[in-house]
């Protein structure tokens, strides 16, 4: 123990003293104590994510839902004293699979008086030690049922995209981890991998070296099975002084140089940054690209007019435009057998006083009188006029129509039409 007005001794290394936080805190100043007791243990910080799948070029990927095995359903309903109702439901896996609190998980094929009530997405809000039983809630229903036979019920996680892994990061994986194919050694535990390649999402590639040595990635053939398939990749999160510093604001010394835009805070930056990634990533699969095929099923409906360009001038001569022969037209987008927008062909003709069309679906969106002369003459609408002949008492359609005068002013009025 210290001797009072002595102070410490250099040597001891504060040996004297009987309360360490005291000590540090009258050393380096007050809350150093909790400040340290925050970071301590941080060289041991690891994060956790199961195994998904091996995609079809090889990578670990988490994009898409991994089916889990499951032996049973246990559904138990509750009606509390003020009446509100609850089920706690209960999924016993049968290998244990790191399934974490919060993940969203998916029952289907549930038949009977419980398929509309343990059928759906649900997020887990219990786990056991062992990882093999998960709990979730389903409020405003009093709900009791025990499902045995799982026959035809399938059970899901959903795909992850939040944990990010980036080049160099240090994995270690629970199990021994072999091919399927040839029982060959793809990864032993208790050792340090580095990964190599990742979109920074959701899939990556490992390797046996750093990349300040050169990456020696494995290499896994697109779709192999690995045995087990439940094992845990961990991830090491060291803290360390340098990482500690880089979340610490330099001191300005050019009024021209910012710290960060508008004041925003680290947090906020990084947040930022995930935003436009996501939102890159999502037009990326909208758009066309040469590095992947983005053809779809999906119907293309248009309202309005369509344009398309023509860089070549391949529609410039009439015999491409409007040849018979359907190999011999340019592209274009064409109603019946006539093309309708890439040129200036309409697609309608007027037969007599009628409008006539070779299309199999056509609509009709809007007129347009917009010549500015006496193109269409709507009578009974002037103020003067006092008595109208031949008013329809009723109609079945209704068609928006713009009309232009000769000043250039438009309104816009509805025919009314009687089906016949």
Do not use: C
Request: no cysteine; net charge negative.
């Amino acid at each position: 123990m210290a001797i009072q007005n002595q102070g410490f001794r250099r040597d001891l290394n504060l040996l004297e003293t009987e309360d360490d936080r005291n000590a540090i805190d009258n050393l380096a100043g007050a809350g150093t104590n909790k400040d340290l007791a925050f970071l301590q243990n941080n060289l041991r910080n690891t994060s956790s994510i199961p195994f998904y799948t091996v995609d079809s070029d090889g990578f670990f990927s988490t994009a898409n839902d991994r089916v889990i095995g499951i032996s049973g359903i246990t559904a138990t309903g509750n009606t509390d004293d003020s009446g509100n109702k609850s089920t706690n439901v209960a999924v016993t896996l049968v290998n244990p699979f790191l399934i974490k609190f919060g993940d969203l998980v998916k029952v289907s094929g549930v038949t009977g008086s419980g398929s509309e009530i343990l059928n759906g997405s649900f997020t887990v809000r219990g786990t056991s030690t062992d990882l093999k039983t998960y709990t979730f809630p389903i409020d405003g229903i009093d709900y009791s049922e025990t499902i045995t036979s799982v026959t035809g019920i399938g059970f899901s996680i959903s795909s992850a995209d939040v944990f990010t892994f980036t080049k160099d990061d240090v994995i270690n994986v629970d199990k021994e981890v072999k091919l399927v194919s040839t029982a060959a050694t793809v990864f032993s535990s208790n050792t340090d991998y580095y990964v190599s390649e990742t979109d920074g999402t959701s899939k990556f590639k490992l390797s046996t070296t750093s990349s300040t040595v050169g990456f020696n990635t494995v290499v896994i053939t697109g779709g192999a099975s690995l045995t087990p398939d439940n094992f845990i990749f961990s991830r090491k999160d060291a803290v360390h002084q340098q990482q500690i510093i880089n979340y610490i604001q330099p001191q300005i010394q050019d009024a021209d140089f910012t710290y960060l835009e508008g004041g925003a805070s680290v947090n906020d930056s990084i947040d930022l940054t995930q935003s436009v990634i996501e939102s890159a990533e999502f037009f990326m699969g909208k758009k066309y690209r040469g590095d992947n095929d983005t053809n779809v099923d999906d119907e293309i409906k248009f309202e309005g007019s369509v344009v398309i360009n023509d860089p070549n001038n391949y529609n410039s001569t009439s015999d491409k435009v409007l040849g018979n022969t359907p190999v011999r037209r340019s592209p274009g987008v064409y109603i019946g057998d006539t093309r309708a927008f890439s040129s200036d062909n309409n697609p309608w003709d007027k037969v007599g006083t009628a409008l006539t069309t070779s299309s199999e679906e056509v609509s009709i969106g809007e007129l347009a009188f917009l010549d500015g002369t006496n193109s269409m003459i709507i009578t009974g609408i002037d103020n003067d006029v006092s008595t109208v002949s031949e008013v329809a008492t009723s109609f079945t359609h209704k068609i928006p129509v713009k009309i232009q005068d000769a000043n250039g002013n438009r309104e816009s009025y509805f025919l009314l039409l009687t089906e016949t």
